[in-house]
């Protein structure tokens, strides 16, 4: 059976729980694939911070781009975050050195995904981003495999699953939103910093590369961007009295040969589809030709120890 060697920069929260699940369930994952997931290499900014996971002496690099040099090693997990600095540096000197790659880095591919696409192509290896956005939804694969024979004219919904559980307990648990940030960070729902799920750039960050692949179009910066941070419980109230929702949606649609996209708070009527998606779910809802309209919906955030990549 054929082993693929892996090194894993980033050993935050994800990068733990990844490390961890690869070596406890490497017979289910080497059976799927036919391929064992080996674990070569690890780096990480603070390699003494405290982590629930056991990590061997002989695995930790000096410097984290020497994974990019050493022959053996076959694919770079970045897990660093951030579109410049480490994570920028160490993806494209990977695809340089013809490394596959995998990211859950929606910033960096937001914002450099053109260049990157075409520097593995160049380089006959792949650039896998499926975790970037949406979490467990299969967004990416579909609309690249799925979808492909599709003319797509319209993609839309929630996807940020922090803004989503504030906003719907705000409704059901008749609080305000102060109140409710706070109870998302006790339960891992929001960083400590949640401030690019508050205000609209994480949603923004993940139309851009949706749009980019339902519309074969570069990376579009675009784009009109409003957070919730401004919604109070007075707004939910009135909605509510109103018949609506509020959800916080991301919209990109093909007019014309013209892309628009954007970013915002909206009034969603109770008895549609996307306003029963509550909690820490996401949902993306495609239009085109032939397919209609195709839902695809799940988890995109959970605890944060226990996000699915």
Not at 251 to 259: G, H, V
Not at 267 to 282: Q, Y
Request: charged share 25%; with cysteine.
């Amino acid at each position: 059976m054929n082993k693929i060697n892996i090194a894993i920069v980033g050993l935050g929260n994800i990068g733990s729980y990844l490390f961890n699940y690869l070596n406890k369930n490497k017979k289910i994952l080497s059976k799927k694939n036919n391929c064992v997931p080996n674990i070569l290499f690890v780096s990480a900014k603070n390699k003494n911070r405290k982590r629930n996971i056991r990590i061997s002496k002989k695995l930790w690099l000096k410097n984290y781009l020497d994974a990019t040099k050493i022959k053996n090693v076959d694919l770079i997990i970045e897990l660093i975050g951030g579109a410049e600095g480490p994570a920028k540096k160490l993806v494209f000197n990977a695809l340089k050195n013809k490394k596959h790659v995998v990211t859950a880095n929606k910033a960096l591919i937001a914002k450099y995904g053109d260049e990157l696409s075409e520097l593995a192509e160049k380089n006959k290896v792949n650039l896998e981003f499926e975790a970037s956005v949406c979490g467990g939804v299969p967004i990416i694969r579909s609309l690249k495999e799925g979808l492909i024979a599709n003319k797509i004219s319209k993609i839309y919904g929630i996807f940020n699953g922090t803004s989503n559980y504030i906003l719907s307990s705000m409704e059901k648990d008749n609080k305000n939103f102060n109140e409710v940030l706070n109870q998302a960070k006790i339960l891992g729902y929001a960083e400590a910093n949640p401030s690019s799920d508050l205000n609209g750039d994480d949603v923004s960050s993940k139309l851009k590369i949706l749009s980019s692949l339902c519309f074969n179009s570069f990376l579009n910066n675009d784009i009109h961007v409003e957070g919730i941070k401004n919604i109070s419980k007075e707004d939910i109230d009135n909605a509510k009295s109103l018949g609506y929702k509020i959800k916080l949606l991301g919209y990109s649609e093909l007019i014309n040969k013209n892309i628009y996209q954007r970013v915002h708070p909206t009034l969603i009527k109770k008895n549609s589809h996307i306003a029963s998606i509550d909690g820490v779910l996401n949902a993306v809802i495609v239009e085109g030709k032939p397919v209609g309209q195709s839902i695809i919906q799940g988890e995109g955030a959970g605890p944060l120890q226990q996000r699915q990549l």
